[in-house]
Protein backbone atom coordinates (compact mmCIF):
# COMPACT_ATOMS: atom_id res chain seq x y z
CA UNK A 1 0.00 0.00 0.00
CA UNK A 2 1.22 3.57 -1.14
CA UNK A 3 -0.06 7.11 -0.46
CA UNK A 4 0.94 9.62 -2.58
CA UNK A 5 -0.16 13.65 -1.97
CA UNK A 6 -0.33 16.15 -4.03
CA UNK A 7 -1.22 19.65 -4.13
CA UNK A 8 0.82 21.72 -1.86
CA UNK A 9 2.03 25.03 -2.97
CA UNK A 10 2.56 28.59 -2.35
CA UNK A 11 -0.80 30.60 -1.71
CA UNK A 12 -0.49 34.27 -0.27
CA UNK A 13 -3.13 34.87 2.67
CA UNK A 14 -6.48 34.03 2.45
CA UNK A 15 -5.89 32.25 -0.51
CA UNK A 16 -7.22 28.56 -1.54
CA UNK A 17 -5.44 25.16 -2.25
CA UNK A 18 -6.65 21.46 -2.31
CA UNK A 19 -4.44 18.56 -1.03
CA UNK A 20 -4.75 15.50 -2.62
CA UNK A 21 -4.28 11.82 -1.42
CA UNK A 22 -4.56 8.75 -3.16
CA UNK A 23 -4.22 5.30 -1.62
CA UNK A 24 -2.54 2.28 -4.44
CA UNK A 25 -2.60 -1.13 -3.47
CA UNK A 26 -4.87 -3.95 -3.14
CA UNK A 27 -7.44 -2.32 -1.04
CA UNK A 28 -10.69 -3.52 0.15
CA UNK A 29 -11.72 -0.93 2.42
CA UNK A 30 -10.31 2.23 4.37
CA UNK A 31 -11.04 2.59 7.90
CA UNK A 32 -9.42 6.01 8.15
CA UNK A 33 -7.52 8.88 6.11
CA UNK A 34 -6.43 11.85 7.56
CA UNK A 35 -4.08 14.87 7.19
CA UNK A 36 -1.30 16.12 9.57
CA UNK A 37 0.72 18.68 8.97
CA UNK A 38 4.10 19.67 10.81
CA UNK A 39 5.51 23.43 10.68
CA UNK A 40 9.27 23.87 11.70
CA UNK A 41 10.38 23.11 14.97
CA UNK A 42 7.15 21.60 15.91
CA UNK A 43 5.43 18.55 16.41
CA UNK A 44 3.23 17.24 13.97
CA UNK A 45 0.01 17.68 14.81
CA UNK A 46 -3.95 16.58 13.44
CA UNK A 47 -5.75 18.71 11.25
CA UNK A 48 -8.24 16.57 9.83
CA UNK A 49 -9.82 13.00 9.48
CA UNK A 50 -12.39 11.25 7.90
CA UNK A 51 -13.65 7.50 9.09
CA UNK A 52 -15.48 5.38 7.01
CA UNK A 53 -16.26 8.01 5.09
CA UNK A 54 -19.02 9.69 6.76
CA UNK A 55 -17.45 11.03 10.62
CA UNK A 56 -15.40 13.78 10.69
CA UNK A 57 -12.79 15.48 12.86
CA UNK A 58 -11.13 19.03 12.99
CA UNK A 59 -8.48 20.52 14.77
CA UNK A 60 -9.89 23.86 16.20
CA UNK A 61 -7.49 25.84 14.13
CA UNK A 62 -9.07 25.05 10.89
CA UNK A 63 -12.38 24.36 11.50
CA UNK A 64 -14.96 26.58 9.44
CA UNK A 65 -11.62 26.87 7.18
CA UNK A 66 -10.70 23.46 5.70
CA UNK A 67 -13.20 20.91 4.41
CA UNK A 68 -11.89 17.12 4.50
CA UNK A 69 -13.80 14.93 1.67
CA UNK A 70 -13.33 11.08 0.25
CA UNK A 71 -13.75 9.42 -2.92
CA UNK A 72 -14.03 5.87 -2.09
CA UNK A 73 -14.54 4.70 -5.51
CA UNK A 74 -10.90 5.76 -5.65
CA UNK A 75 -9.24 5.71 -2.30
CA UNK A 76 -8.57 8.91 -2.30
CA UNK A 77 -8.96 11.70 0.63
CA UNK A 78 -8.85 15.62 -0.60
CA UNK A 79 -8.61 18.57 1.80
CA UNK A 80 -9.65 21.85 0.97
CA UNK A 81 -8.24 24.58 2.53
CA UNK A 82 -9.86 27.89 2.47
CA UNK A 83 -8.83 31.47 3.86
CA UNK A 84 -5.49 30.27 4.40
CA UNK A 85 -3.13 32.14 7.04
CA UNK A 86 0.64 32.13 7.28
CA UNK A 87 0.36 29.65 10.56
CA UNK A 88 -0.96 27.32 8.35
CA UNK A 89 2.83 26.60 6.97
CA UNK A 90 3.96 23.46 7.01
CA UNK A 91 4.35 20.27 5.73
CA UNK A 92 0.87 18.43 4.87
CA UNK A 93 1.12 14.28 5.67
CA UNK A 94 -1.51 12.08 4.19
CA UNK A 95 -2.16 9.17 7.01
CA UNK A 96 -4.66 6.39 6.45
CA UNK A 97 -4.98 2.72 8.22
CA UNK A 98 -6.83 0.47 5.12
CA UNK A 99 -7.92 -3.61 4.72
CA UNK A 100 -5.83 -4.86 1.58
CA UNK A 101 -5.60 -8.17 0.37
CA UNK A 102 -2.44 -9.79 1.35
CA UNK A 103 -2.46 -13.84 -0.60
CA UNK A 104 -5.62 -14.28 -0.42
CA UNK A 105 -5.82 -12.85 3.00
CA UNK A 106 -7.19 -9.24 4.23
CA UNK A 107 -4.47 -7.74 6.35
CA UNK A 108 -4.30 -4.01 7.97
CA UNK A 109 -2.16 -1.02 7.10
CA UNK A 110 -1.29 2.25 8.60
CA UNK A 111 0.98 4.35 7.20
CA UNK A 112 2.37 8.16 5.83
CA UNK A 113 2.26 9.43 2.45
CA UNK A 114 5.77 11.84 1.90
CA UNK A 115 4.23 14.96 2.37
CA UNK A 116 3.86 18.24 0.58
CA UNK A 117 4.97 21.58 1.13
CA UNK A 118 1.95 24.15 1.80
CA UNK A 119 3.48 27.71 2.41
CA UNK A 120 1.32 30.95 3.01
CA UNK A 121 2.57 34.03 2.59
CA UNK A 122 1.25 37.09 4.51
Known amino acids: VQLVESGGGLVQAGGSLRLSCVAS????????MGWYRQAPGKQRELVAE???????NYSDSVKGRFTISTDNAKNTVYLQMNNLKPEDTAVYYC?????????????????WGQGTQVTVSS
Open 25 to 32: GSITSVNF
Open 95 to 111: NAEVWFDQYGTGSTWHG
Open 50 to 56: ITRGTTT
